[in-house]
């Protein structure tokens, strides 16, 4: 009887390791690689056409209670995504059956007797996207609360409701995974910082404020005005320089690169522009930046040994002053950008050296980041038109397709499916599988 006991624990440990050691499909807001693409085996079979009308590769179609702007992630089978109450006052947790739509859980995570009014009709108060492993699903409201839950049973481990600043706005940038530590990100009008939790327990290992000097002047030279030329909405990147890993974070008028273990300053590039939404990208010794809503400038920054200090003069390999999305992160493929800029113009750049390869005017506005599957780039606007390119130096459309709702959250895919949110529902493009035998 022991024997068999202590086999079967064996059995048991052996599979939680391999679950827990198992790549999740759609971890994170911009996918696993955190660069919209997909995963080979996630993206082969992903549909290019569906019919709304006829049900054509459509799977299931799951209303939504509440709203918010959050990207759904996927794994082990589940989805999982955030959403409030329009005045802010609830805020819950979902979590789908990836293969059925069926709600596993719908759960009120935090309520708030007094949020802080959006100012505006576009966000929402669960625009920050979870981040997921095998064992913790990490759920970021920004300024209201912070929560690592048990994917098992959505039953909370830990919560942090002590982290402020003033969104203005409404909350946006979405947590971060490094090894054991959390990072969140807090641009507001009044303080901007970022902070590392342990993921395990929730305590604080380091915060830094940014060193920016907003001086006292706003943009066009008036005395400054309480308001946006502070915030920002950026989730940062991750990237080895010289052995070690930074945090590459775009606030309001500054980027920087944080030591990611201990929080330190390394160096930093001067900007603008405000409203920082688009994660940087990577490509060897290279970020490519997006500053902001203003002059919207995307620059590719040299990133080696020599990057410290305040490099705006000496490490901007190139610039791109116009035509550029503000909300919209770009899919990077074979090194090659591919973005969506208001009101609606589809481009690929060589991310090398920001030389343009197309532009195509196509109905927007996009919000949504384009997602890479199988050699296809997918679009989806705000009015739920979804046009399919081919990842190519050279413009080919492959498709356009049509959903009912108004769609500003990003795409996730995971096993050939094709994850799409509204306002109001959560969509499933899908390929029916052979019944069988």
């Known amino acids: 009887m022991i024997v068999r006991f202590l086999l079967l624990l064996s059995l048991l440990l052996a599979a939680r390791t391999a679950a827990a050691s198992q790549p999740l499909p759609w971890p994170d807001r911009n996918g696993p690689t955190f660069d919209g693409r997909a995963a080979d085996a996630d993206g082969r079979d992903v549909?290019?056409?569906?019919?709304?009308?006829?049900?054509?590769?459509?799977?299931?179609?799951?209303?939504?209670?509440?709203?918010?702007?959050?990207?759904?992630?996927?794994?082990?089978?589940?989805?999982?995504?955030?959403?409030?109450?329009?005045?802010?006052?609830?805020?819950?947790?979902?979590?789908?059956?990836?293969?059925?739509?069926?709600?596993?859980?719908?759960?009120?995570?935090?309520?708030?007797?007094?949020?802080?009014?959006?100012?505006?009709?576009?966000?929402?108060?669960?625009?920050?996207?979870?981040?997921?492993?095998?064992?913790?699903?990490?759920?970021?409201?920004?300024?209201?609360?912070?929560?690592?839950?048990?994917?098992?049973?959505?039953?909370?481990?830990?919560?942090?409701?002590?982290?402020?600043?003033?969104?203005?706005?409404?909350?946006?940038?979405?947590?971060v995974l490094f090894g054991d530590l959390l990072i969140l990100t807090f641009d507001g009008i009044d303080q901007q910082f970022l902070t590392a939790l342990d993921k395990r327990t929730g305590k604080t290992v380091w915060r830094t404020d940014r060193s920016t000097d907003?001086?006292?002047?706003?943009?066009?030279?008036?005395?400054?005005?309480?308001?946006?030329?502070?915030?920002?909405?950026?989730?940062?990147?991750?990237?080895?320089?010289?052995?070690?890993?930074?945090?590459?974070?775009?606030?309001?008028?500054?980027?920087?690169?944080?030591?990611?273990?201990?929080?330190?300053?390394?160096?930093?590039?001067?900007?603008?522009?405000?409203?920082?939404?688009?994660?940087?990208?990577?490509?060897?010794?290279?970020?490519?930046?997006?500053?902001?809503?203003?002059?919207?400038?995307?620059?590719?920054?040299?990133l080696d040994a020599t990057t410290r200090g305040n490099v705006t003069g000496t490490h901007v390999v190139w610039q791109r002053t116009r035509g550029n999305p503000h909300l919209p992160t770009p899919a990077l493929v074979d090194g090659r950008l591919y973005g969506a800029a208001n009101p609606g113009v589809l481009y690929c750049l060589d991310a090398r050296t920001g030389d343009e390869l197309f532009s195509e005017r196509l109905r927007g506005p996009y919000t949504a980041s384009p997602v890479y599957a199988d050699g296809r780039i997918y679009f989806c606007n705000e009015d739920g038109e979804v046009s399919v390119i081919r990842a190519s130096?050279?413009?080919?459309?492959?498709?356009?397709?049509?959903?009912?709702g108004q769609f500003r959250a990003s795409p996730a895919i995971a096993g050939g499916a094709l994850y799409l949110r509204s306002f109001d529902h959560l969509v499933k493009i899908a390929a029916p599988r052979p019944r069988s035998e």
């Open 214 to 302: 907003f001086k006292d002047l706003d943009m066009d030279g008036n005395p400054r005005l309480e308001g946006d030329y502070r915030k920002a909405y950026g989730t940062p990147g991750l990237a080895e320089v010289d052995g070690r890993v930074q945090v590459v974070s775009v606030g309001a008028r500054a980027a920087f690169g944080y030591d990611a273990l201990s929080g330190e300053e390394i160096w930093t590039v001067e900007h603008e522009d405000y409203n920082a939404a688009i994660r940087p990208l990577f490509l060897p010794s290279l970020t490519i930046l997006n500053t902001g809503s203003r002059g919207s400038n995307q620059m590719g920054v040299r």
């Open 47 to 175: 549909p290019i056409e569906w019919d709304e009308s006829t049900g054509r590769n459509i799977a299931w179609r799951v209303p939504v209670d509440a709203r918010g702007h959050s990207t759904p992630v996927i794994g082990l089978g589940r989805i999982w995504f955030t959403a409030a109450t329009e005045d802010g006052t609830r805020q819950f947790v979902y979590c789908l059956d990836a293969e059925t739509g069926e709600v596993l859980h719908h759960k009120l995570q935090f309520e708030n007797a007094d949020p802080e009014p959006l100012g505006n009709t576009f966000n929402t108060y669960a625009s920050p996207t979870c981040v997921l492993e095998a064992d913790a699903v990490y759920v970021h409201f920004g300024t209201y609360g912070t929560a690592r839950l048990d994917p098992a049973t959505a039953e909370t481990v830990w919560q942090r409701r002590d982290i402020h600043c003033r969104h203005f706005r409404g909350p946006g940038s979405s947590p």
């Open 393 to 404: 130096d050279q413009f080919e459309l492959l498709a356009k397709n049509k959903l009912t």
